[in-house]
């Protein structure tokens, strides 16, 4: 079997679920567009897989941006990348840090400031401002000796424009910075969520990714009324009273009436807690 661009149906969402394994942070929407053409090829290379030529029967021959038997097979094989939350759990908050894949090349690639307080920003909200030297090492195994000495400058610093223009060309593909995502950043954040919401571990997949995406947007910080809802939130779940919850992350819309995009992500975030993920085309 080949699939290639344009095919759809379910053998294309399947392809599409054991891409995510990989971080490729797609919709399962079983449309092999373009989107899912670059994971592919971004797949064969993570995977070390080649095409195959066949002039004899050109339908027969294996693209980069196709998927065959051996890619579809070793896709399979692969373990789910984080099995606290499972691919779609990691697809579903880094859909949200990043958009979509091509929004990544397109804007996150390289450094970036997002303003105000914020540090430099590399990969999938990864901000220099909170980390050393020796952690930065630690979680991005791989990057070269000479970027991190440039990238320096902006560890455990508040960024500026100038910081950020110095650094530009410094690139983070996607396959990397999903590996840090998934390997350091999200159990970092599945720990924080732990620290307030203990019960976190009893919940399904669908409603613990909920709960640390909120944790990943907001932090675990508790006072102040600015927290009354994750507050709430805690109560409910010590309470056992786990179809409550969803109403408190929608009740959070009150402190970002100009913010449409965070309105947005609480809503988003109390559909996955009511319907899980395939309800958001996840899995």
């Known amino acids: 079997m080949i699939l290639r661009l344009r095919d759809n149906g379910d053998n294309v969402k399947q392809l599409q679920r054991n891409l995510n ?6 919709l399962i929407d079983g449309d092999y567009g373009p989107g899912t053409r670059d994971a592919v090829i971004d797949a064969r290379s993570v995977l070390s897989l080649s095409t195959v030529a066949n002039p004899a029967n050109p339908t027969a021959a294996v693209g980069a ?5 051996a890619l579809i097979a070793a896709l399979e094989a692969l373990p789910e990348p984080f ?5 779609p ?13 091509k929004q990544y090349r397109d804007r996150y690639r390289h450094p970036e400031w997002p303003g105000e307080k914020s540090g430099i920003t590399i990969g999938i909200g990864y901000d220099l401002q909170f980390c050393t030297r020796a952690q ?3 979680d991005w195994v791989g990057v ?3 970027s991190i000495d440039r990238l320096a400058a902006a560890f455990q610093k508040v960024g500026n424009k100038a910081l950020c223009t110095s650094l530009a060309d410094l690139d983070f593909p996607l396959d990397l910075a999903m590996k840090v995502f998934i390997n350091r950043t999200l159990p970092s954040y599945l720990a924080q969520t732990r620290s307030i919401y203990p019960q976190v571990d009893r919940l399904s997949r669908a ?3 909920a709960l640390v995406s909120l944790i990943y947007n907001r932090g ?12 709430t939130i805690q109560s409910l779940l010590a309470a056992g009273d786990l179809d409550s919850v969803s109403t408190q992350f929608e009740a959070m819309e009150r402190l970002w009436p100009d913010t449409p995009g965070l309105v947005q992500r609480r809503h988003v975030e109390a559909k996955l807690w009511r319907s899980g993920f395939a309800a958001l085309q996840l899995e």
Not at 83 to 87: D, H, K, R, T, V
Not at 92 to 97: G, K, S
């Open 21 to 26: 394994k990989l971080g490729s942070a797609l």
């Open 65 to 69: 941006g196709d998927a065959d038997d």
């Open 83 to 87: 099995p606290a939350l499972g691919s």
């Open 89 to 101: 759990g990691v697809t579903f908050i880094a859909r949200f840090e990043i958009g979509s894949p």
């Open 136 to 138: 930065f090492e630690a």
């Open 144 to 146: 070269p000796a000479a």
């Open 207 to 209: 409603q613990r990714s």
């Open 220 to 231: 675990a910080k508790l006072e102040g009324d600015s927290r009354r809802e994750m507050k």
